[in-house]
């Protein structure tokens, strides 16, 4: 048998081994589970069967045939690439300019304020890239001058401090991996209205990895009142007038003044240079530009905790302080915008967080809520962090629906859309962490659909 095969008048030859380089790698990686083994050990099989019979052979060299990116040497592989230089710090391929932050017109620029979602869809693992976290700011990001940043301690202490950057960064730091959600991610489908894509539904979430001092240490340095500090008030130095309550007991526990995300300093839209993380708690309570905490005996009730972020409910009151975002999970891929191209193996694949600890596990329908398999929850699976999961799934060409349901390791499940309403109503905007539900047209075409 010959290992050549005939293109446009070149003569070139197919290397001994070609087809099982890449596949014996795949098929030998660990942490594969069985049924994905099989799959790809099938499809190993079926290529080395087909190289072995000379009509088989034939049809490979048809294949090339048509397919002068395998067969040409491009330009980049006969000239001198460019200076690093060039790119110091480092940006995208042009290739990926699609992959944006994106505002939704109409819904949510109101003057300054705005919201710019991440593209969920196009992310890989669990770490957002700092440039395509989403942000959130109720009056615009400003680019702060870190030698003139100020931040204080006051209130309920026996020192009241003012710290400059450097202070700061001084002291001992951690770094840790969390999300952010804000409190009104997914809030149109309260309403039913069927935002087009993952982006848009549950695209004001983020995780990143933080760094900066715990707060425990500023406040402990302050000498706060341990008998009647049973609160404190962050507040931020943009214009509009960001304040928040938390209680001291979290205060305490794993809340860190950050200067840092994902190894570097924070982005502008982001808080630079300064910002509070408060794991597992709504975004609005990460103070960003953050200058100042005050020790109180009190909640502080201000004006985004008495008519931001409250819980309309039923019954017609408000519900206040519902910080914490409790379970959830959602399909990234396939998810509603995208396009099945053809029936055939698919790997489903999406995230899951929980504001109260581990995720446990994820499970995954295919049909619509009826019968449910378990996914692989991919390492790390941190508490207060995103968790990534991913399932197999052979389509077959006929029209479903898919959704994920994420149980964390308090025991809470992630309830679907009309088990929230039956205890929340219809008149909230926050805090929906309902099960989301995908459909899949004949035609392959995914949209957002909600099922009860
Ligand atoms: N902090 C200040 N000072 N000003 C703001 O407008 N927005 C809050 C919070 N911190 C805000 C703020 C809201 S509503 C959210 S959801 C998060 O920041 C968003 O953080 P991000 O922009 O880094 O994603």
Redesign the pocket.
């Known amino acids: 048998m010959t290992n050549e095969v005939r293109k446009t008048g070149r003569l070139i030859r197919a290397p001994e081994n070609f087809v099982d380089a890449g596949l014996a790698n795949e098929i030998t990686t660990k942490g594969l589970n069985e049924e994905r083994r099989g799959f790809l050990r099938k499809s190993f099989l079926a290529a080395s069967a087909a190289m072995a019979s000379g009509t088989a052979m034939a049809q490979a060299a048809a294949g090339f045939e048509g397919d002068p990116n395998i067969l040409n040497l491009p330009e980049h592989s006969k000239t001198l690439g460019q200076a690093v230089a060039t790119n110091a710090y480092g940006v995208p391929s042009k290739y990926e300019t699609n992959l944006l932050r994106r505002e939704s017109p109409g819904l949510t620029r109101v003057s300054a304020?705005s919201v710019s979602f991440a593209p969920l869809q196009g992310l890989f693992g669990i770490i957002t890239p700092s440039g395509l976290?989403?942000?959130?700011?109720?009056?615009g990001w400003h680019d702060i001058d870190p030698s003139k940043h100020r931040f204080m301690i006051n209130g309920l202490v026996k020192n009241p401090k003012v710290y400059t950057m450097d202070d700061l960064m001084r002291l001992p730091s951690v770094s840790r991996m969390h999300f952010?959600e804000?409190?009104?991610n997914t809030a149109m489908e309260w309403g039913n209205v069927a935002v087009p894509s993952v982006q848009y539904s549950h695209g004001?979430l983020?995780c990143s990895e933080f760094t900066g001092v715990p707060l425990s240490v500023l406040l402990e340095d302050c000498g706060y009142d341990k008998k009647n500090g049973k609160f404190i008030l962050a507040e931020?130095?943009?214009g509009?007038s960001?304040t928040r309550t938390i209680d001291i007991s979290r205060a305490m526990d794993d809340v860190i003044v950050a200067w840092g995300m994902n190894g570097e300093m924070l982005r502008p839209?982001?808080?630079y240079p300064l910002?509070l993380v408060v794991p597992g708690v709504?975004?609005?309570?990460?103070?960003?530009?953050l200058r100042r905490i005050e020790v109180g005996d009190m909640p502080y009730a201000t004006k985004d905790e008495a008519i931001h972020y409250v819980d309309a409910m039923p019954d017609g009151m408000l519900r206040q302080y519902t910080s914490i975002q409790e379970c959830k999970s959602v399909i990234t891929t396939p998810s509603a915008g995208q396009m099945l191209l053809d029936k055939g193996f698919y790997n489903i694949t999406g995230l899951a967080w929980s504001g109260r600890g581990k995720i446990k596990r994820v499970d995954v329908s295919v049909d619509g809520g009826r019968n449910w398999r378990t996914a692989r929850m991919e390492n790390p699976v941190l508490p207060k962090c995103l968790t990534r999961f991913n399932i197999d799934w052979t389509w077959d060409g006929s029209p479903t629906v898919i959704q994920s349901r994420a149980i964390d390791d308090t025991g809470y499940v992630q309830p679907k859309i009309n088990e929230l309403r039956a205890v929340r109503g219809t008149r909230s905007i926050y805090h929906n962490n309902a099960i989301q539900s995908w459909k899949i047209a004949e035609s392959g075409e995914v949209s957002n659909v909600q099922v009860y």
């Open positions: 304020a976290h989403f942000e959130r700011h109720h009056q952010i804000c409190g009104a004001m983020s931020g130095a943009d509009s960001m839209e982001n808080g910002r709504q975004g609005v309570s990460w103070v960003k530009w």
